[in-house]
């Protein structure tokens, strides 16, 4: 059939169609005024052929009522429609069946736009497909919202990404920069100590080993303290309980006495790491006493306490020693930093001496240490 | 024992070579890198080690102490920073250590050692507080 033949017979479908509506018939009317692009194509005819397309249709599509009449739809096909899309199409009219499908259309200037396109089939009373109706909807604006949305979001996604690895990087860049200062800080408490010991070492004069002995002490005391800190995976606590117990093992034991004997009451006691100091440091001098005025020269036993008890913090030594005569001054210095510590964190201090047993109780309210402690 | 120290402060190695003189040991050599403590190790065959883990040459301290390993010669890792060891590794004595807590440690390490099979006598729960016991605490 030739391309002239083809349209006549197009043609004559469409007016055929059309004169079997009565010219005010209300349906014809709005098909042909609605703002919907509508087309109406012939199945019977060969290829599918538009037998019917209303104004919309043309300005959607740029093609005159003419130039359509007697065109299958393909021609509003091109290099980017998806031919998954058309396949779909295609197979839904050879199945008689309606279809809804979004498609890349070209318009007759070559420009693109979205169709969301919606066929389905005309049967007549026998039940036979006479027509297929097609409408579109151009939803190019919606496609490119979508795409704007989609771009802004990826965008932020990006920014998001930009961020969380800056922020990942400072935060490893901080992680490196306490791991050094605690390396420093760790490395030169112990040089500190180290020069105390070598010039104790060096030193012939039994006042001056001595002066530097208990210097040495209290530095390391100090030491230690940074040691449990940063041992523990949260640096901002530092157990109270478990620096006491360390403490008075290792003092003891170094004493290299069969004739002492350690009993403890410990339990946990986590405090900020602000407090960390004065309470380390009375632990120090509450055992570091006991070890002057007799245990080291003569044995004996020795109770730390550490706990919880009646909405109070209490540290608690006790010692049955045989008493030996201790150098005053370092008794002066001992009891300053008992007392100074102590004032600083709030605490009382109460000796008691019956006979040869000797507590020394330093108590405080909870609640002076209360952020963050537990038992 | 022959001891043999690796640590790049020289003040610090100083000083532990004189605790470790008092108490009656001998200390053969001191490294301040990875290199010279494997060239050390292997001239003059310690009997135990000291090992820092930031060395000279960074933190090779690690690697010295696999070596050792390999040698069969038993060691401590002398750190700040007890993370930094890998786990079921050595034993280490950290930074800042007291005097107490080293003559602790060096008492516990030479009784230990003068155990032929000093492995079997090694118990984690027995070593003193300033000994941070490994699974394999001072392993060889």
Known sequence: MSEDSHRDGAERAGRALLDSHVSEDPFAAAFKATRMPMIITDPRQEDNPIIFSNRAFSELTGYS??????????????????????????????????????????????????????ISPVRNDQGDVIYFFASQLDFSGIRHREAELA????????????????????????????????????????????????????STNRTVKDTLKSVLDRVEAMGMVHRKLFTMDDVARFD????????????????????????????????????????????????????????????GLIHVQV????????????????????????????????????????????????????????????????EGSQS | MNILIVEDEALLALELQSELEEAG????????????????AEARRPDFAFVDIHLRDGPTGIEVGRILARD???????????????????????????????????AYISALLRHADWRVHHDPGRAPPGLVPAPACIRA
């Open chain 1, 65 to 118: 009522q003419d130039e359509l009449i007697g065109r299958n739809c393909r021609l509003l096909q091109g290099p980017d429609t998806d031919p998954a899309a058309v396949e779909r199409i295609r197979e839904a009219i050879r199945q008689e069946l309606p279809v809804s499908q979004d498609i890349l259309n070209y318009r007759k200037d070559g420009s693109t736009f979205w169709n969301a396109l919606f």
């Open chain 1, 151 to 202: 771009s802004a979001r990826q965008a932020a996604e990006e920014t998001v990404l930009r961020q969380t690895t800056d922020l990942r990087a400072a935060l490893e860049a901080k992680t490196m920069l306490v791991h050094e200062v605690d390396h420093r800080v760790k490395n030169n408490l112990l040089t500190i100590a180290s020069l105390i010991r070598m010039q104790a070492r060096i």
């Open chain 1, 240 to 299: 109270v309980g478990e620096f006491a117990r360390e403490l008075v093992v290792d003092v003891v034991s170094a004493l290299r006495r069969d004739d002492i004997r350690i009993t403890m009451d410990i339990s946990p006691v986590l405090v900020p790491a602000n407090r960390a100091s004065p309470l380390a440091l009375i632990v120090n001098e509450l055992v570091g006493d006991a070890v002057r005025r007799g245990l080291k020269d003569g044995g």
């Open chain 1, 307 to 370: 706990r919880r008890l009646n909405g109070h913090f209490i540290i608690s030594v006790s010692d049955t020693v045989e008493p030996v005569p201790v150098d005053p001054e370092e008794q002066q210095f001992g009891r300053l930093i008992l007392e100074t510590c102590a004032k600083q964190v709030g605490a009382t201090i109460e000796r008691e001496e019956r006979g040869v047993e000797t507590t020394v109780l330093v108590t405080l309210p909870v609640g002076n240490i209360a």
């Open chain 2, 25 to 40: 040991h001998h200390v053969t050599g001191h490294a301040m890198s990875m290199g010279e403590a494997v060239a050390l």
């Open chain 2, 72 to 106: 069969n010669i038993p060691f401590v890792f002398v750190t700040g920073n007890l993370k930094r060891i890998p786990e079921d590794f050595a034993g280490a004595i950290e930074k800042p250590y007291s005097q107490n807590g080293l003559h602790n440690a060096l």
